[in-house]
């Protein structure tokens, strides 16, 4: 690994071709690519959804990484770490999985069209694993990009639970706002079992303890260096909520990115060099 080479971990909920909910994981994908081609040291993270089939997609457990439990509400839950090359690139995808609760065969619901009790925990478990992986790769990012509800705890941790560790020392953070996916409200418990380090407060959790899309979009939004809006049309209250300070920068949704990815490419060059 060249020592001067500038390093971008994507942690996402979709990514095409594995999962495509919205527009965003085929411009994801482009961005990956293009990167990558760019000379940037790409990695990406995402859950290994049931939906996901892993002989066509030629998925393989990763053993050397294997053998980190990540810890919920005092229970334990073995982390398998599985890793497949994007097609038509030489660029690693990194899945993380457990029986528990990336088996089912559905993303979000089941297949009466219910949302899982536990995407609470299912988001928690996805939102450590990825982090913990990145701590066994040894590998500092200088850009992590997080796109979908499934990571809105990523930046949350990276400022409080994950301060302190030299992986993470200099990374940027962007969160791309995505629309509404979601109507109903993650389990009641949800704030407690977030809390994954003694590092992290209760009053930390107060921009997602509604537990909606909406709530955790803002939350991830406030963690974040840089926030993208994934779409042209976001929920109002996302729309009045996020905006641009000192401190964060807020980067307009183009339509043109479905063609022409160059302008993401150049953000995350511009949060590489700062």
Known sequence: MSADKKRVLIVAS?????VELTDFAHILNKLAVKSFDAGLEVRVIMPRYGTIN????????????SG??????????????????????????????????????????DEHDNFYDDNAERMIFFCKSALETVKKFGWPPHVIHCHGWMTS???????????????????????????TIFTEKLSPNFVKKAIVSNEIKEKDLDAFKEGTNTALTLGAAKCADVVIQGAPDLDKEVMEEIKPSRYKKVVKYE????EDVTPLLDLYKSLTES
């Open 14 to 18: 979709e990514l095409s071709p594995y």
């Open 255 to 258: 339509e043109s990115w479905k």
């Open 153 to 179: 705890l990523v930046p949350l941790y990276l400022k409080t639970a994950y301060k302190k560790e030299p992986v993470f020392s200099y990374s940027k953070v962007i969160y791309t706002a995505q629309p």
């Open 68 to 109: 980190i439990n990540v810890i919920i509400d005092k229970d334990d839950y073995p982390l398998i770490i599985k890793v497949a090359s994007l097609p038509n690139a030489r660029l690693q995808v990194y899945f993380m999985d457990n029986d528990d609760y990336f088996k089912r065969k559905g993303v979000y619901r």
């Open 54 to 65: 892993e002989r066509r997609h030629r998925l393989h457990e990763v053993v050397r990484l």
